[in-house]
T-cell receptor, first 111, second 114 residues
Framework: EDQVTQSPEALRLQEGESSSLNCSYT??????LFWYRQDPGKGPEFLFTLYSAGEEKEKERLKATLTKKESFLHITAPKPEDSATYLCAVPTTDSWGKLQFGAGTQVVVTP | DGGITQSPKYLFRKEGQNVTLSCEQNLNHDAMYWYRQDPGQGLRLIYYSQIVNDFQKGDIAEGYSVSREKKESFPLTVTSAQKNPTAFYLC?????????????FGAGSRLTVL
C-alpha cells in the first residue's frame, strides 16, 4: 500500500532559525514527489516537483531535496510569513491520476 | 485571472439533508478532483474526473456523488448517507493526470453538520 509520512507533525521556529521537514514514502516506481504549502483556511499552493534522487529545487528560503526513500524541505533563515502547513504528495501506484498526500507539517515562525 | 472558484465558503447542514458544493474552473484543465481534509489528516481523494462525462471513485467515495457535464464544472453532492460529513472540502484541477501535472486548488468549502 502506498504511504506518505511526514515529520514532525508541528514545528515551532524562531525567526532566522533554520530547520528541515521530512517526507518519507513507500511507493513502487516513484513518478514524482510534490510539495505544497497551505495557509489556514485556504487551498494548498504548489511549491516544487522532484523526479529523481539527488534532485534539488529552490524557491526563496525553501529548498527541496529527494532521495530514494524520502524528501526534505529545508527552510533557511525563516520569516514569519513562512508559517504554514507544508504537504508532500506522490502519485499512487494503481493510478497516475491520483496523488497520495501526507498529513502535513505545521510550521510556525515567531518574530 | 484564471483559477478555481468554490462555493459556498461555509455551509451548514442538518442531518438527513443532501447538500451540493460547487466547483468551477476557467483554466481549461481536463482533470478535476474533490478532496476532503480533516484535522491532523492528509487530503483524502473523494472523486476525480479526467474527461467530461466520466469520473472515478477515490478512496472515500461512499456517501458522495459527482457529475461532470461540462469541462469547467465538477459539483460534489454530500448525501445523507455520509455519516460524518463535517470537514473542509477542496476542489482541484490539473491540465492532465495529477501525477503528470501540478494541482491547482480552490479556496475550499467548510461543511458543518448541525
Amino acid at each position: 500500500e502506498d504511504q506518505v509520512t511526514q515529520s514532525p507533525e508541528a514545528l515551532r521556529l524562531q525567526e532566522g532559525e533554520s530547520s528541515s521537514l521530512n517526507c518519507s514514502y513507500t511507493v513502487s516506481g516513484l513518478r514524482g514527489l510534490f510539495w505544497y504549502r497551505q495557509d489556514p483556511g485556504k487551498g494548498p499552493e504548489f511549491l516544487f516537483t522532484l523526479y529523481s534522487a539527488g534532485e534539488e529545487k529552490e524557491k526563496e528560503r525553501l529548498k527541496a531535496t529527494l532521495t530514494k526513500k524520502e524528501s526534505f524541505l529545508h527552510i533557511t533563515a525563516p520569516k514569519p510569513e513562512d508559517s504554514a502547513t507544508y504537504l508532500c504528495a506522490v502519485p499512487t501506484t494503481d493510478s497516475w491520476g491520483k496523488l497520495q498526500f501526507g498529513a502535513g507539517t505545521q510550521v510556525v515562525v515567531t518574530p | 485571472d484564471g483559477g478555481i472558484t468554490q462555493s459556498p465558503k461555509y455551509l451548514f447542514r442538518k442531518e438527513g439533508q443532501n447538500v451540493t458544493l460547487s466547483c468551477e474552473q476557467n483554466l481549461n484543465h481536463d482533470a478535476m478532483y474533490w478532496y476532503r481534509q480533516d484535522p491532523g489528516q492528509g487530503l483524502r481523494l473523494i472523486y476525480y474526473s479526467q474527461i467530461v462525462n466520466d469520473f472515478q471513485k477515490g478512496d472515500i467515495a461512499e456517501g458522495y456523488s459527482v457529475s461532470r457535464e461540462k469541462k469547467e464544472s465538477f459539483p460534489l453532492t454530500v448525501t445523507s448517507a455520509q455519516k460524518n460529513p463535517t470537514a473542509f472540502y477542496l476542489c482541484a484541477s490539473s491540465k492532465d493526470r495529477a501525477g503528470a501535472n501540478v494541482l491547482t486548488f480552490g479556496a475550499g468549502s467548510r461543511l458543518t453538520v448541525l
